[in-house]
């Protein structure tokens, strides 16, 4: 008897972002769906590849991006996805061309614009994932209305004030800056970004509490289901690895020398640079603050030749060698689970922000970029489970921490992250709204067929 076309199609190809903070998302989906009986497949660029022998029960799939020599760094992050997304649609167009009868759909990052071209142009169906909240991809709505007005620049003394209809933004916490000329380039960046296309569908690693209200207004704007099905970290085993760079273990162990709750963990992500003024800065207020801490210093944080390490002063480190722990990346989901990290400072990419509240641990807020800012609005202000960095000096990176850790209002604040944490995990377990969306989503793509 011939298998039905839902049957024959269980092949989900998913093409991520290549780098941490997207790449990170997409695997853990990857690995969620495959639980659920799909063949999965990774469409992945050779720069920033994961290592197909840390995935045995996934098909990769490698494009060949041409990035080899050119210029990944931060501050040149367009022209590199301008590049990958001219050089991958060739063999990417190859590979669909002889799978197209196996795949029920392709869940796609929306920076990767090349599948929508593919996928069309094969016929087959596809779903955005979307890696961030939909307060952040709302929050863009602003921005472009106050572009309208003509509203931008603004003087740096508005910058304070909320932006009308975007509550709870202030201008400083909109995803682009309103104080200076936006570039054209950084404009039609997040127009395609924005941009679903002919997808069917929008996966979302987000809770329908934690982001109801942005989720209904896009929801409005883009007439497509909506599945809700986040903290994709707390539905796939904890042991699935992801991170793109070596995981420094031996911070555990340290761990498990310190007291509950007394260490304060610092990470600026995977992406996000800072000057050396900054990194003393921050080495100092940690110093002052004589709480236990676990920094990690990744070697690219100052996008320099040298890596951050070697512009710490010996001062610091002779002063603070029984107090932290300085390593270059941290197995974060393990360190924000252990019971001696009391606080996390952190930039507030929405993996680690995720990653925090879901273990109840509260944060203090430095965003540096993207939707860092908006996340960090919504850590300080609407969950109130956390502390806004008001600047990056000693001062003010000691008084954070030491309210964070020892004070009142880092009780109060510790106490609201235990209870999001509850009514997070109550949204992954039988009946709640995650585990109802999942198993919507795993019927929508099988409803799908391969048909579009």
């Not at 990774?42 to 494009?63: E, G, K, M, V, Y």
């Not at 779903?127 to 572009?147: E, P």
């Not at 932290?324 to 924000?336: D, Y």
């Not at 001696?340 to 807020?365: D, K, M, Q, R, Y």
Request: charged fraction near 20%; charge should be negative.
């Amino acid at each position: 008897m011939e298998k039905s076309g839902a049957e024959r199609r269980r092949g989900v190809v998913l093409v991520p972002y290549p780098f941490q903070g997207h790449i990170t998302p997409m695997l853990q989906l990857a690995s969620i769906l495959h639980s659920k009986g799909f063949s999965i497949f990774i469409a992945h660029t050779q720069f920033n590849s994961p290592n197909p022998s840390s995935h045995p029960d996934f098909t990769f799939l490698p494009l060949s991006d041409h990035l080899t020599a050119a210029d990944t760094s931060f501050y040149n992050l367009l022209n590199a996805h301008s590049i990958m997304n001219k050089n991958c649609k060739a063999p990417f167009e190859k590979y669909m061309g002889e799978m197209q009868e196996h795949v029920a759909c392709i869940i796609y990052d929306s920076i990767m614009n090349f599948v929508d071209v593919v996928a069309n142009h094969l016929n087959i169906p596809t779903i955005v994932l979307r890696t961030n909240t939909a307060a952040y991809m709302h929050s863009h709505f602003a921005v472009f209305q106050l572009l309208e007005q003509n509203l931008i620049p603004l003087p740096e003394s508005q910058l304070e004030e909320a932006v009308p209809k975007a509550y709870p933004l202030r201008y400083k916490d909109l995803p682009l800056s309103a104080s200076i000329e936006i570039p054209e380039v950084v404009l039609d960046f997040i127009r395609s970004y924005m941009d679903i296309r002919s997808s069917s569908a929008v996966i979302w690693n987000t809770i329908d509490m934690v982001d109801h209200e942005p989720l209904q207004k896009l929801q409005h704007h883009w007439q497509v289901p909506f599945f809700t099905i986040g903290p994709f970290h707390k539905i796939v085993p904890p042991e699935l690895p992801t991170s793109l760079m070596e995981e420094d273990n031996s911070c555990l162990s340290w761990l498990d020398k310190q007291a509950p709750d007394s260490v304060i963990y610092v990470s600026l992500g995977s992406l996000a640079i800072i000057n050396e003024k900054e990194l003393t800065e921050m080495a100092s207020g940690l110093a002052q603050s004589k709480q236990p801490f676990l920094w990690v210093l990744r070697p690219s944080l100052l996008n320099g030749s040298k890596e951050a390490t070697e512009y710490l002063r010996e001062d610091f480190q002779n002063k603070t060698r029984e107090q932290g722990l300085i390593v270059k990346w941290a197995p974060q989901k393990k360190v924000l689970a252990h019971r001696a990290v009391g606080g996390f400072l952190t930039h507030c990419g929405w993996n680690s922000t995720l990653e925090s509240i879901c273990e109840g641990v509260p944060l203090i807020c430095r965003p540096c970029f993207s939707d860092q800012n908006v996340n960090a609005r919504y850590v300080t202000y609407v969950w109130r489970v956390g502390l806004e960095l008001e600047n990056v000096s000693e001062r003010s990176i000691e008084r954070a921490i030491n309210t964070l850790m020892v004070g009142e209002e880092g009780k109060k604040l510790r106490q609201r992250a235990i209870h999001m944490k509850k009514e997070i995990e109550h949204s992954i377990n039988s009946g709640g709204s995650s585990y109802e969306s999942l198993n919507c989503l795993v019927d929508f793509i099988n409803s799908l067929s391969g048909t579009k």
